[in-house]
């Protein structure tokens, strides 16, 4: 009997020594497991942080040349190219960059820092801080590249309107908030050209709107005030007043004064561009030859940066804003050089080039993806005159129906062929 008890004992034992063997070995793997999917969420956590370090560093590489690139005379690249190529000879004059350019050009690149902006020294380190992420793609004449588009958010206080729906904003039409014209909604007669341009007739080729409807220009506004916006006397005057001399011009062109903070409950300053892509598209599901589309500011800038004297006339000067966010963006920036090109050619010094926004601190969109004919300009800044916009805006009216009108004889004399 003896020997039968120490056999169950001895294979009790046994039992006892295998479940702890078990027991160890499922410690030991589940350890290696955690190990590896600690390591494994490192690993991935320290990738998605130096690629969003490396974009980061990308895109202030390529915001730094596209500004040296376009501050550069021309005559410099002519110059370069004769020395490699002899045969080439630059119809350009031979310029040579300033020590200002290449320092600035030379800061930025190293560290980000814009000289000509003290913000930009803790733009990196506070949200918020950077006041424009925008950079020069395409330079006017007599442009101070270290002096960009600024925007500046308003102090006002919305007042709802009761009947509006929550997010949502008149649709064209309604409420006379997008006439043609800038005329009363259903005022749709044949246009009459002038200069000799034909008539487009009940054809409406532009609409004109206003994300930020309310800004305001200082000189117009009660001494004293805090805030360059205004309920009535705003930049939707300035729309009306472009659309006008498109008009005059055989130009149909449907303008939009949509006061979003009234239009929409809970209105939120931010998401201005949202409330105006739902207007953009609403027109363009109502009429389909609408083939222009011109979102119209005031920038913040102060006068000195937004005001130009030609043939002792001043004007107000603008910025043409190109969204990066947008991947058919060269589309957008091909419309608004030819607007530029032809601005600098009929009043030279009145654009303050052509500038391009990422998504650092903006919407970098700016509805430019619904249509490649589409571009946001910045008319003036909040010390010029509405008087001084109303000249820029005649301005943009001459040169736009000329863009208008020699394509549309281009077309006319391939149709033909």
Same mark, same amino acid.
């Given at each position: 009997m003896n020997w039968l008890r120490q056999t169950a004992f001895a294979l009790r034992q046994s039992d006892? $020594? #295998? %479940?702890t063997e078990r027991l160890r070995e499922m410690l030991v793997t589940g350890r290696a497991f955690s190990m590896m999917a600690i390591g494994s969420s490192l690993f991935f956590m320290i990738l998605g942080v130096a690629v969003m370090l490396y974009q980061q560093t990308s895109s202030q590489s390529m915001a730094s040349m596209k500004g040296f690139a376009a501050s550069v005379? #021309?005559?410099l690249f002519g110059d370069m190219l004769e020395m490699e190529m002899p045969a080439f000879q630059s119809g350009l004059s031979s310029d040579n960059l300033t020590g200002k350019e290449i320092g600035v050009f030379l800061m930025r690149t190293l560290t980000g820092i814009n000289p000509g902006s003290p913000t930009s020294l803790l733009a990196g380190e506070l949200p918020g801080m950077a006041q424009s992420d925008a950079f020069l793609i395409r330079k006017g004449i007599g442009t101070d590249t270290d002096v960009g588009p600024q925007d500046h958010s308003p102090i006002y206080e919305p007042t709802p309107d009761p009947g509006a729906q929550e997010g949502e904003g008149a649709a064209p039409g309604e409420g #006379?908030? *997008?006439q043609p014209g800038g005329a009363e909604a259903g005022d749709d007669e044949e246009s009459g050209g002038t200069d000799g341009e034909p008539a487009a007739g009940n054809k409406k080729v532009a609409f004109i709107y206003h994300s930020h409807n309310r800004e305001s220009w200082f000189p117009e506004l009660d001494p004293g005030a805090k805030d360059a916006s205004s309920s009535t006397k705003n930049i939707t005057l300035v729309g009306k007043r472009l659309a006008a001399g498109l008009e005059e011009r055989g130009i149909g062109s449907v303008v939009s004064d949509t006061d979003y903070p009234t239009a929409i409950n809970d209105y939120r300053w931010e998401l201005s561009y949202k409330y105006s892509m739902k207007t953009v598209k609403e027109a363009m599901a109502g009429r *389909? *030859? =609408?083939?222009y589309f011109f979102d119209l500011h005031r920038d913040s800038q102060k006068r000195k940066y937004t005001t130009v004297d030609i043939g002792g006339? $001043?004007?107000?000067q603008v910025y043409f804003i190109i969204g990066h966010r947008n991947p058919r963006w060269?589309? !957008? %920036?091909a419309f608004a050089t030819r607007i530029h090109d032809a601005l600098e050619k009929k009043y030279p010094g009145i654009s303050r080039g052509i500038w391009g926004k990422t998504a650092a601190t903006g919407n970098a969109e700016y509805n430019q993806s619904l249509a490649s004919? $589409?571009? =946001?300009? %910045?008319i003036g800044g909040v010390e !010029?005159?509405?008087e001084e916009s109303y000249r820029t805006a005649d301005a943009l009216a001459e040169v736009i129906s000329s863009i208008y009108w020699e394509a549309e004889e281009v077309a006319g004399k391939e149709g033909k062929q």
């Open positions: 006892r $020594s #295998g %479940e005379p #021309g005559g #006379g908030k *997008d *389909d *030859d =609408l083939t006339t $001043s004007y107000a060269k589309e !957008n %920036e004919q $589409s571009v =946001l300009i %910045e !010029n005159t509405l």
